[in-house]
């Protein structure tokens, strides 16, 4: 009897074991299964906030869908997103689910407050199993603590490279069996697309500031450079081209600028724009002498794809391209006649077609036109239409040439001499004597222009800080210019030269004698005597006229 109760016993054990090993592998199987469920949720979940993210959303929108995955596809409720404020101290409510705007707007953490605000800080991510029994827990925004349901939050780091920006948060109900940690793992997967895309708005946004600030810079440049008081001249007739452009910019005028070439007609249309209510829009510039006739009409009203050969696609013209600003047809003299009916229309309806379309386009923007050529003249013979040359003449803007204002051009050799010294690197300091007198008598058929070329010529040439008369080039080498003709013997024109070297040297020495005498080679004996024989005043060039010469000039003697 023993021994068949023991073998009952045994048997029961098997059995047992048995039962209890079958259900062990059907939990495990269960439980297998849930995992994969999990996992291809997981996977569905990620590649969805993938698409979102890269569909280039608005940042708020795009981090809406993403909390919406994550509570359709892993049962995630009440996602949230915090964003540090640019001063790196305060928690903001980007997006959150089951919220309104106003509740976003009022909660804010600081750095370190919280469990949220510790996440940020430590850069860790954080569980909370049971919030009711979380004391660190706020629940500022969401009031889970009211809940008749026990919660679990979890909360990862948003992160850049080291930096940490925000954390992104999510609730589950309590379930002693939930994998939390598999939950970490899948918010600090979607908390790395978020950071990815936070860095490259962010990017974007740092450049686009850049580009507008340097955008307003240059602006400013522009506008400070074309200022009418920028234009270098104090002549009468430069001061009534001044008045004529404080008159004109403040409307819509159409201006013609006279005068011949190199005399600044462009420098003056942009002083126009400048000055009006038009300066912040463009400022566009047509060169009609530059292009064949067959190319300038499609270069100023543009054309349609397939107008004529090479028209491969659509292309704005000029007059698009200066919307809202300032159109500048310079050499207008030079349209076709062709050109000349359309412009007109511009002129007269503010309207005009692309080449190869019946589309009328509007125009709005204001013609300064500028011509060397004798307008009237163009009139009388048929070259340029009447009516065009009055609907383009309405404000004439004179522009006298250099020879006119003899008194300008040592203002503007000063000018051009400062600039190109700058952009070669040379520190050309002044302009001799007889450089000047070759200047002043030179009669400048080229203009402003012509100057400007001239002073480049001579920065590059010179040497020793100072512009001579050797620097100019060959065209005013004349006998003229150059003071090498006149009455005198040979010794009163050596005098004279010698004159015009002591001179240049005092200069550049402040009215030293015992400087200028080294710099020329010479002893203060010999220069002091020519100083008096020549009667040159050295104190006219001192920096500091008062006193008397330095005493080492009498040691040295």
Request: charged share 30%; aromatic share 4%.
């Amino acid at each position: 009897m023993a021994d068949c109760a023991i073998f009952v016993v045994a048997l029961l054990r098997s059995r047992q074991r048995a039962l209890a090993q079958a259900l062990l592998e059907k939990r495990m199987t269960q439980k297998a299964g849930q995992l994969q469920g999990r996992h291809a949720r997981e996977l569905e979940a990620l590649y969805r906030i993938s698409r979102i993210i890269s569909s280039g959303a608005r940042q708020k929108t795009m981090l809406q869908e993403v909390l919406d995955v994550l509570r359709q596809e892993m049962g995630m409720t009440r996602g949230t997103v915090v964003l540090l404020s640019p001063d790196g101290q305060e928690l903001h409510v980007e997006v959150g689910l089951e919220t309104s705007e106003s509740q976003r707007r009022s909660v804010r953490y600081r750095k370190g407050e919280g469990i949220t605000g510790r996440v940020v800080q430590m850069g860790k991510p954080a569980v909370v199993p049971r919030v009711s029994q979380e004391p660190l827990f706020l629940d500022r925004l969401h009031r889970r603590k009211l809940s008749k349901q026990e919660i679990s939050f979890i909360c990862v780091p948003i992160t850049i490279g080291s930096e940490v920006v925000g954390a992104l948060s999510a609730d589950r109900l309590f379930d002693e069996s939930a994998a939390l940690e598999e939950d970490v793992r899948t918010l600090s997967i979607v908390a790395s697309l978020i950071a990815n895309d936070v860095q490259a708005r962010r990017s974007a946004a740092a450049q686009r500031d850049e580009l507008e600030k340097e955008n307003t810079r240059l602006r400013s440049e522009l506008e400070d450079r074309f200022r009418p008081e920028n234009i270098i001249g104090a002549s009468s007739a430069m001061r009534d081209v001044y008045r004529a452009i404080h008159q004109v910019s403040a409307s819509d005028t159409t201006v013609l600028i006279r005068g011949e070439s190199g005399t600044g007609k462009e420098l003056v249309a942009h002083a126009v724009h400048y000055s009006s209510p038009r300066s912040k829009g463009p400022f566009v510039r047509v060169n009609c002498a530059a292009l064949p006739e067959g190319l300038l009409e499609s270069e100023l009203f543009g054309h349609e794809k397939g107008a004529f050969t090479g028209a491969l696609r659509s292309r704005k013209g000029r007059i698009e391209q200066a919307e809202g600003g300032t159109l500048f047809l310079d050499e207008v003299g030079d349209f076709s006649p062709a050109t000349q009916v359309k412009l007109l229309r511009v002129l007269q309806e503010r309207e005009f077609e692309r080449v190869g379309s019946n589309a009328t386009l509007k125009a709005n923007v204001r013609i300064v036109a500028a011509t060397n050529a004798d307008l009237e003249k163009a009139v009388a013979d048929g070259r340029f239409r009447n009516d065009l040359y009055y609907r383009v003449n309405v404000f004439p803007l004179f522009l006298p040439p250099l020879r006119d204002r003899k008194g300008d051009i040592l203002l503007l050799a000063d000018h051009f001499v400062e600039r190109h010294s700058r952009k070669m690197g040379k520190d050309v300091r002044r302009i001799s004597t007889p450089a000047i007198n070759m200047m002043a008598a030179y009669h400048w058929p080229g203009n402003v222009r012509e100057l400007e070329n001239c002073i480049e010529r001579a920065v590059l040439l010179s040497t020793d800080g100072v512009i001579h008369a050797h620097h100019l080039p060959p065209s005013l080498q004349t006998s003229d210019a150059s003071d090498t003709v006149g009455e005198g013997t040979l010794a009163e024109r050596v005098a004279l030269f010698e004159r015009d070297l002591i001179v240049d040297a005092l200069k550049r020495c402040d009215g030293s004698m015992a400087r200028a005498a080294k710099d020329l080679g010479s002893t203060p004996r010999i220069i002091r005597y020519k100083v008096s024989q020549l009667g040159i005043d050295p104190r006219r060039f001192r920096r500091n006229r008062s006193g008397s010469e330095p005493e080492k000039l009498k040691a040295e003697n």
